[in-house]
């Protein structure tokens, strides 16, 4: 939306509150493409209708060059003039079109037709069910696993009750902070190894159609400041979000979660407050849509020297005495983190949806890398993505790469366990790499 127009609704924002009725817009909104279903079902549950008015209008603010023009629209269309005239007159350039019915293309209703699934995208060919005429065949027809099986690879994958909708060009944003080389005074050792898995995950979501910008060496207020900018991105013409936080890690109190990584300053930012910065509220372009999170630091202190098992159930792999870990001690609180710095995250908020958070190690144990080949985990993400992202969703190559982990050892001993914490509503296929 046009700065002009973001000032309009600003300075009419209590009019907005006090006299919108949201309700008689949502049709028409969702109808020219101002909102996703997603983005009017969490403006519904915000609560009473001055809530729901204030959150449609600060939701209304990310959405494109249009969406002001058809908000004035919707409300003419909906007898709410006083309101649209108070925002035209702030805004005298914008011209509304007659109030027109809307064209909107409505399939016949027609029976459902007897025949096999097919693919959304090749039913989608036609406007109304159409019965094909069939040349005499004593072959019978295939069945649903047949039908399945046959699906071409690498289709279009569209947003479904499945399945989250990951076709845009580019899928969307990823951030890397790759955090190496830290100040003296705080006591914590230089990564190395850490700018090898930089490089491998830069390079693989590219191949995977992300915008991938990546920082390093970051202190926590620049730690922060990085991730308000990205929520202030405008997410619309993207399908998801990515955060890789690559640094030294430690355990903290949470109630959401667990974990902290630290800026190169010695000051840590807890997992659940790097969410806070994508999640509904804050980054209302973002709403419905994955947004990701990578760990790859210390979960805290504890190593693991695992349990035995027999010698056919996990085949070990002993690595290289170059492993060093990313642990730092426990905290015993998060107030290095003042609420009053940044005003974009703050720990009250409902429980969020449409976010992964996968961790290197388990919570409270120590996350190993090599120093010449990088960490256990992301070298494994990535060779997973590799080979598996054109024909696998996400959950199920992160429990691959949980297995193929959990079968290292550090120094012949320690042991390490990555895991996540899903609040995915759907299935989630990244782009087919070509």
């Not at 700018?195 to 491998?200: A, F, L, R």
Request: with cysteine.
């Amino acid at each position: 939306m046009e700065e002009r127009h973001k000032r309009v609704l600003q300075s009419n924002r209590s009019n907005l509150v006090r006299d919108l009725d949201p309700a008689k817009l949502y049709d028409g909104l969702l109808e020219k493409g101002v909102f996703t279903q997603d983005m009017i079902d969490e403006i519904q549950s915000s609560g009473t209708r001055r809530d729901q008015a204030r959150q449609l209008v600060r939701d209304l603010e990310t959405r494109g060059s249009r969406a002001f023009p058809l908000f004035l629209q919707c409300l003419t269309e909906t007898g709410q003039h006083s309101l649209a005239e108070i925002l035209l007159s702030g805004a005298p350039s914008v011209h509304l079109q007659p109030v027109a019915p809307t064209q909107v293309v409505r399939p016949a209703v027609q029976p459902l037709p007897l025949s096999p699934p097919m693919d959304v995208d090749k039913q989608s060919k036609y406007t109304v069910p159409v019965y094909p005429v069939q040349k005499p065949s004593t072959t019978p027809s295939p069945s649903p696993e047949d039908s399945m099986r046959s699906r071409p690879q690498g289709r279009v994958r569209r947003d479904s009750i499945q399945s989250y909708k990951m076709d845009a060009s580019p899928c969307g944003h990823c951030l890397i902070i790759n955090n190496v080389e830290f100040e003296p005074e705080c006591e914590l050792n230089n990564r190395s190894g850490s700018n090898i898995d930089c490089d491998k995950l830069e390079r693989r979501f590219k191949a995977l159609n992300f915008t991938v910008e990546v920082k390093t060496n970051l202190k926590q207020r620049q730690i922060k400041h990085a991730l308000s900018a990205l929520s202030k991105k405008d997410h619309s013409q993207c399908d998801c979000c990515v955060v890789i936080m690559l640094s030294h890690g430690t355990e903290v109190s949470h109630n959401r979660f667990p974990g902290a990584v630290y800026g190169v300053d010695g000051q840590h930012v807890p997992v659940q407050h790097i969410t806070n910065y994508l999640n509904g509220q804050h980054c209302p372009s973002l709403q419905g849509k994955p947004k990701l999170f990578f760990i790859q630091a210390c979960g805290g202190g504890e190593r693991d020297t695992g349990f035995e098992v027999s010698p056919d159930e996990a085949p070990p792999s002993i690595r290289g005495e170059d492993d060093q870990t990313d642990a730092i001690p426990m905290s015993s609180s998060s107030d290095s983190l003042s609420m009053s710095d940044e005003p974009d995250a703050r720990a009250t908020l409902p429980t969020p949806s449409d976010i992964l958070v996968s961790y290197s190690t388990f919570p409270g144990y120590v996350s190993w890398r090599d120093t010449q080949s990088g960490s256990w985990y992301v070298e494994t993400l990535d060779r997973i993505l590799e080979e598996n992202a054109p024909t696998d969703d996400l959950v199920t190559m992160l429990m691959m790469v949980n297995n193929e982990v959990s079968q290292n050892s550090a120094k012949g001993l320690y042991k390490q366990m990555p895991g996540s914490f899903n609040f995915l509503r759907k299935l989630l296929y990244f782009q087919s790499q070509t």
